[in-house]
Nanobody
Framework: QVQLVESGGGLVQAGGSLRLSCAASERTFNNYAMGWFRQAPKKEREFVAT????????YYSDSVKGRFTISRDNAKNTVYLQMNSLKPEDTAVYYCAAGRWSNDDSKAYNYWGQGTQVTVSS
């Protein structure tokens, strides 16, 4: 069982930056691909970014490409999401997830964190 804990959310003005962190309890963290998803009020959960177990491969949704960067530090069992040039439409609860394969489909992930709120004011 992998436990994931997100942190780093908060309130930021449009154009600002935040860095989210997701710490995993599992010592075999480097066996898992990691993903970030988000869910805005009254909307379905959507894919944001994913990174392979080694960190050598990343993939982003079109809505965040060029603004967000996913990375991981396997020595610290942590995955990050650097968010720059934030827009009000980025406001959502952000979730990290762990799965066997890097994927943009939420069904591919077995473990989920509790989420962290990101609010971008205009």
């Amino acid at each position: 069982q992998v436990q994931l804990v997100e942190s780093g959310g908060g309130l930021v003005q449009a154009g600002g930056s935040l860095r989210l962190s997701c710490a995993a309890s599992e010592r075999t963290f480097n066996n898992y691909a990691m993903g970030w998803f988000r869910q805005a009020p009254k909307k379905e959960r959507e894919f944001v970014a994913t990174i392979s177990w080694s960190g050598g491969s990343t993939y982003y949704s079109d809505s965040v490409k060029g603004r967000f960067t996913i990375s991981r530090d396997n020595a610290k069992n942590t995955v990050y999401l650097q968010m720059n040039s934030l827009k009000p439409e980025d406001t959502a609860v952000y979730y990290c997830a762990a799965g066997r394969w890097s994927n943009d489909d939420s069904k591919a992930y077995n473990y989920w964190g509790q989420g962290t709120q990101v609010t971008v004011s205009s």
